[in-house]
């Protein structure tokens, strides 16, 4: 990881395996992924599990990722981090509307939501600007009409977007692109205390953006309304390169030229 991504990494409980591996889930294991591309960088706050139990993850430790010893680091050291697929989607297939959706996807140009709401079944689903990056939510192809030059220069930085996955302990997403995205949720925030939080997430880094356990604690708090408009606790709202709040000229999500409203659904 130190050699092909990250000079600075100091300790492998900074790492995040990817769900794009083949060994997501699959603890105690008898290899170890060594392919850097299928790691993220963990986001503070969260606290990384014990150094000594990174060879063998468990769902509390939030294992994403393993590809094999066996494969040639020429070859997967060379590839992007995207999928290589055709993108398809999820929430049009036949098998998809046997099972039941953990969220819905909303893509907002300012005040404008622009496309329908993205239904997600799968565990995780890439979030991305043009074919063929990825499979999943293509930005690209959602049209309107006389878009302002603020927008088109955002949309041109969401590049491969996120990577959404729905784990063990909540949901995570990775910022895929080479721009950083921002983040707020309600369990992001100070527990008890309405004060708008919204988190830089750089470029290979992973973040939890909504807590499972918070989150039903959260459920019998007083409900506050934030100035930008009413407080729902099963939301996550994420902008591609421009931030906003007290630290920024731009004060509401809405005068964000491109951001996305994860709407949660309350089965987990």
Known sequence: GKLFRWPDLQHPAELKPLCECQSFGVADGPTVCCNPYHFSRLCGPESPPPPYSRLSPNDEQKPLGTCFVS?????????????????????????????????????????????????VYEQSVSIFYDLPQGNGFCLGQLNLDNRSETVRRTRSKIGYGILLSKEPDGVWAYNRSEHPIFVNSPTLDIPNCRTLIVRKVMPGYSIKVFDYE???????????????????????????????????????????????????????
């Open 214 to 268: 918070k989150s039903c604690l959260l459920q019998h708090t007083a409900e506050l309304d934030y100035a930008d408009g009413p407080y729902d606790p099963n939301s996550v709202r994420i902008s591609f390169a421009k931030g906003w709040g007290p630290c920024y000229s731009r004060q509401f999500i809405t005068s964000c030229p491109c951001w996305l409203e994860i709407l949660l659904s309350n089965n987990r």
């Open 71 to 119: 494969f040639d680091l020429r070859e997967t050291l060379s590839c992007t981090p995207d999928l290589l697929s055709l993108p398809t989607d999820a929430s049009t297939s036949p098998d998809a509307v046997k099972r039941s959706h953990w969220c819905n996807v909303a893509y907002w140009e300012h005040r404008t939501r622009v496309g329908r709401l993205y239904t």
